[in-house]
């Protein structure tokens, strides 16, 4: 269990309107962590509903600890399921190229100092929206204006409502409108890949090695991840990623798929990975986008979070994680700095959230190249991908091993450290 942090901090902002435009995972978490600190935020979702948007999230202790620190550790184990081993496997022979136990021995704990979880969407949406209450938390508002005018922020939503704050923060996602606000263009990107996903059925999955691992499958042009979710470990969700198509043409994030298309990079791999890919009917491939890397993630009274500033591809499996570290740091922030210089409080937080963000950012795209490593690479090529997959734990150890609040209370209170 990670220290605590306090509970409530003395908010010198005990006032502070802060409008927060979305409800996703990172608009949730910043809603609870300023309830945390006794400050207060108004939330705008779009949709009428908290809805499942996509499958399953892997959440490693970067944010776990986090969520446990926010109360949430106990509802959060209840519909999660902690994985035995982390393996990484030849695609097509299944051989496993590398592997480090998690939940086997309390491995991962043990080093980390929060747990690794596979989750449903879903069932960390309920966990963050019923430790909220609902308090402050506005569905069918959807963003179409932003204005400043002096300190003052104005949002105008579809549905006719109007508000003004002291503070908007966008939680918008990837194609956010308060980014474009703030930086006056799109600087989103298709990353050239896309891929499969779903849901099965453990009962589905006969063929499959180590069921309740972590597992990526790796070989020319696409790889497979996958982990078993719930609180009985009874589903796995999969993520297949191929390279391709060159373009994306389709406005929204799926794209319809002929019969048969999401097995096309697959033809030839062990029998556990077209099993999984083709036990529930594939009508649509995602295309992945990310976000192109930021020089400025706040003007005026507007700041970026999550997705909206540092869309990552999937491969770290750190999109929602460092979502929750952002969070978590700009409600310290908020709450610690002196009234009125919230454009220094913007500037700390962009200080303290850019380089670990960006350097995410760029290692899961090396790693999507490792994934995808073709053939005609070598043998020794090869050889060189395996070693440093056998290396992940120590090579990428920084990742999982960060501590958001003890980072955010070091750079308000150096002398405390
Ligand atoms: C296939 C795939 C697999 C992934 N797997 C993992 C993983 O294993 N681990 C991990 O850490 N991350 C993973 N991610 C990334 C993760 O899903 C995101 O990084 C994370 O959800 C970002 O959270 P967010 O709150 O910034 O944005 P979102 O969760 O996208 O939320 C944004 C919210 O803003 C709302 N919104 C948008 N526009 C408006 C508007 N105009 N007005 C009001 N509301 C609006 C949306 O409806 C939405 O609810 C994965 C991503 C993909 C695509």
Not at 216 to 223: I, R, S, Y
Request: aromatic fraction near 6%.
């Amino acid at each position: 269990m990670p220290p605590t942090a306090p509970a409530s901090r003395s908010a010198l902002r005990p006032n502070l309107r802060v409008a927060v435009v979305g409800g996703g995972i990172g608009g949730l978490t910043l809603g609870l962590a300023l309830r945390r600190h006794g400050l207060k935020a108004e939330i705008y979702e779009q949709a009428a509903e908290l809805a499942e948007i996509g499958a399953a999230v892997a959440l490693s202790a970067n944010a776990t600890r986090e969520l446990e620190r926010l109360g949430l550790g106990p509802a959060l184990a209840a519909v999660s399921t902690e994985p035995t081993e982390l393996i990484f496997r030849d695609g097509r022979s299944g051989a496993r190229v590398a592997a480090c136990p998690v939940r086997d021995g309390g491995t991962y704990r043990a080093k980390a100092g929060a747990p690794y979880y596979g989750v449903h969407r879903a069932d960390l949406q309920k966990v963050l929206s019923g430790a909220l209450a609902g308090e402050g938390l506005h569905l069918g508002h959807r963003l179409t204006a932003i204005a400043q005018t002096g300190d003052a922020m104005a949002l105008r939503f579809e549905n006719g409502a109007e508000v003004e704050a002291d503070l908007v923060v966008g939680g918008d996602g990837v194609r956010s409108p308060v980014r474009r606000w703030i930086t006056g263009g799109e600087r989103v990107r298709y990353s050239g890949t896309s891929a499969f996903r779903g849901v099965v059925p453990m009962g589905l999955l006969p063929a499959l090695p180590d069921p309740q691992a972590i597992q990526f499958w790796m070989g020319p042009d696409a790889h497979l991840l996958h982990y078993a979710i719930g609180g009985e470990a009874d589903s796995v969700n999969f993520f297949a990623v191929v390279e391709g198509p060159r373009a994306w043409t389709s406005e929204r994030w799926l794209d319809a798929i002929a019969p048969g298309e999401h097995l096309a990079g697959f033809a030839g791999w062990h029998p556990a990975v077209i099993e999984m890919i083709d036990a529930l009917p594939q009508t649509h491939r995602w295309g992945l986008f990310v976000t192109d890397p930021l020089r400025r993630w706040h003007r005026g009274r507007a700041v970026l979070m999550g997705d909206s500033a540092h869309a990552m591809l999937p491969h770290h499996g750190q999109g929602a994680n460092t979502t929750i570290e952002d969070a978590v740091t700009l409600a310290a922030l908020l709450a610690a700095d002196g009234a009125g210089d919230l454009d220094g409080t913007m500037r700390r937080y962009q200080d303290l959230r850019q380089m670990r963000t960006r350097t995410i950012q760029r290692s899961a795209w090396a790693t999507n190249r490792l994934l995808h490593l073709p053939d005609s690479v070598g043998p020794a090529a090869l050889a060189e991908r395996d070693a440093r997959m056998r290396r992940f734990p120590e090579a990428f150890g920084w990742i999982h091993a960060f501590d958001a609040q003890s980072t955010v209370d070091r750079a308000v209170d150096p002398q405390a450290a």
